[in-house]
Structure formats: structure tokens, C-alpha cells
Nanobody
Framework: QVQLVESGGGLVQAGGSLRLSCAAS????????MGWFRQAPGREREFVAA????????YYSDSVKGRFTISRDNAKNTVYLQMNSLNPEDTAVYCC????????????????WGQGTQVTVSS
């Protein structure tokens, strides 16, 4: 399995942008599909975006489509989440995860999880 560490979270005003990074250590990062999920207080974990092992396929939730972009650099063992046009509803802890090669949209499709990074969007 891989170990995952997220970074890049913070406080931003509505309409602003952030880029999250997820650095992976361990073996065979390039064989894993990667995903981003988020969880706001009092709410269940929510799928945000996923990318296949080679970056050839990406998937987004309807709530972020057109605003967020997931990408990966297998040479750097890193996956990114570029978040634009942020709004207060995007406030949550964002976690990256490694799992099935095609990039699942489901929690159960992942075997390794990072600790998360807080994103707070002020109005």
C-alpha cells in the first residue's frame, strides 16, 4: 500500500482558488487510481474527483464539475486538485485516497487514505 500526505489547504475568500497536493510514498503509485473526497462537519464523506492510474480518465462530482481539476504526476508520486471559483459550500476536510486502477467514485474503491487538509471558504 501507499502512504499519503495532503497539503495546500487553508482559508480563502469566496471566488478564490487553492491547489491541493497529495504526496505518496511506497511502491507502485503509478498503478493506483487516485481520488479526492471531502467531509464537512455533520455530513458524510463525499466524492469529489478521481483519476485513473495513468491519468487518462477523470471523474467529478456534479457539485465541482467545471470548477475543480484533478491531475497527477507519476514521476513525482503526486496527485493534485486545482480548485477554482470556491464557495462556502466547499468548506470541508479534503482527503486523498489510493485504490482501484480506474479511479473509483466510491469510498469502498480505495485502500489507502491520507489524514486530510482543511479547506475553509469565507463568504
Amino acid at each position: 500500500q501507499v502512504q499519503l500526505v495532503e497539503s495546500g489547504g487553508g482559508l480563502v475568500q469566496a471566488g478564490g482558488s487553492l491547489r491541493l497536493s497529495c504526496a505518496a510514498s511506497g511502491r507502485a503509485f503509478s498503478t493506483y487510481g487516485m481520488g479526492w473526497f471531502r467531509q464537512a462537519p455533520g455530513r458524510e464523506r463525499e466524492f469529489v474527483a478521481a483519476i485513473s492510474y495513468n491519468g487518462g480518465n477523470t471523474y467529478y462530482s456534479d457539485s465541482v464539475k467545471g470548477r475543480f481539476t484533478i491531475s497527477r504526476d507519476n514521476a513525482k508520486n503526486t496527485v493534485y486538485l486545482q480548485m477554482n471559483s470556491l464557495n462556502p459550500e466547499d468548506t470541508a476536510v479534503y482527503c486523498c485516497a489510493a485504490g482501484l486502477y480506474y479511479g473509483s467514485t466510491e469510498v469502498h474503491g480505495y485502500v489507502s487514505w491520507g489524514q486530510g487538509t482543511q479547506v475553509t471558504v469565507s463568504s
